[in-house]
Structures are given as structure tokens and as C-alpha cells.
């Protein structure tokens, strides 16, 4: 099973990009999925989380109204929309299949991380 983050870069503040993070070796259809990120010195953090439909979304408060999470359940595939970046949105973003079908900003719910895709955003 392996989650494959790509899509990230460098950018700057006020810009956009899209990640994208497709799943093989098994389906994640009836799985929540979601992002978490982790700036240089920082601890790893939730980002968004969408339920196994896409009828549910959640956001931590610092990505509200900026970052959009969607997928494509077909293509076992998830996006992170983000917009308006801003220098404090650099990281390495971590995609993650959970182990409920539910949205979950838990790390411990989630069973399979991809490997990361570095965003920069410069000022």
C-alpha cells in the first residue's frame, strides 16, 4: 500500500497549489483521508480531513477559507486546494488514510502516511 503525495513547491505569499495524493495497492473509498504538515522545528499538525463521501470536511482555524480538501473516490485520490499561501504554510505536507470512514484530525486514526511533498512559500 503506498500514498503519493505530489504537487508541492516553491511559491510565493499570495500564490496557490494544488497537492495531490493518490492511493495503491488498495482502495481508500470507504476511508476518511487527510492532510497534516510539519514546519522545520515544528511538530507534525492536522491541516484538513475529509469523510470517506466528501460530504464532511474539517480545517484547523489557521487554513479556513484558504484550503479546500476534495477527492476523487474512482481515482482513489485525494487534492488539497490551497490559496492565499502565506509564508507560515511552509512545511512538508503529509497525506494520511484513516481508519474510519469519519473525519478525524487524530494522527493516531490514520493508518497510512504518504511521503511527504515540501511547500515553500517565500515572502
Known amino acids: 500500500v503506498q500514498l503519493q503525495a505530489s504537487g508541492g513547491g516553491l511559491v510565493q505569499a499570495g500564490g496557490s497549489l494544488r497537492l495531490s495524493c493518490a492511493a495503491s495497492?488498495?482502495?481508500?473509498?470507504?476511508?476518511?483521508m487527510g492532510w497534516f504538515r510539519q514546519a522545520p522545528g515544528k511538530e507534525r499538525e492536522f491541516v484538513a480531513t475529509?469523510?470517506?463521501?466528501?460530504?464532511?470536511?474539517y480545517y484547523t482555524d489557521s487554513v479556513k477559507g484558504r484550503f479546500t480538501i476534495s477527492r476523487d473516490r474512482a481515482k482513489n485520490t485525494v487534492y488539497l486546494q490551497m490559496n492565499s499561501l502565506k509564508p507560515e504554510d511552509t512545511a512538508v505536507y503529509y497525506c494520511?488514510?484513516?481508519?474510519?470512514?469519519?473525519?478525524?484530525?487524530?494522527?493516531?486514526?490514520?493508518?497510512?502516511w504518504g511521503q511527504g511533498t515540501l511547500v515553500t512559500v517565500s515572502s
Open positions: 495497492g488498495r482502495t481508500f473509498s470507504s476511508n476518511g
Open positions: 475529509i469523510n470517506w463521501s466528501g460530504s464532511s470536511t
Open positions: 494520511a488514510a484513516g481508519r474510519v470512514a469519519g473525519t478525524s484530525r487524530n494522527p493516531g486514526l490514520y493508518d497510512y
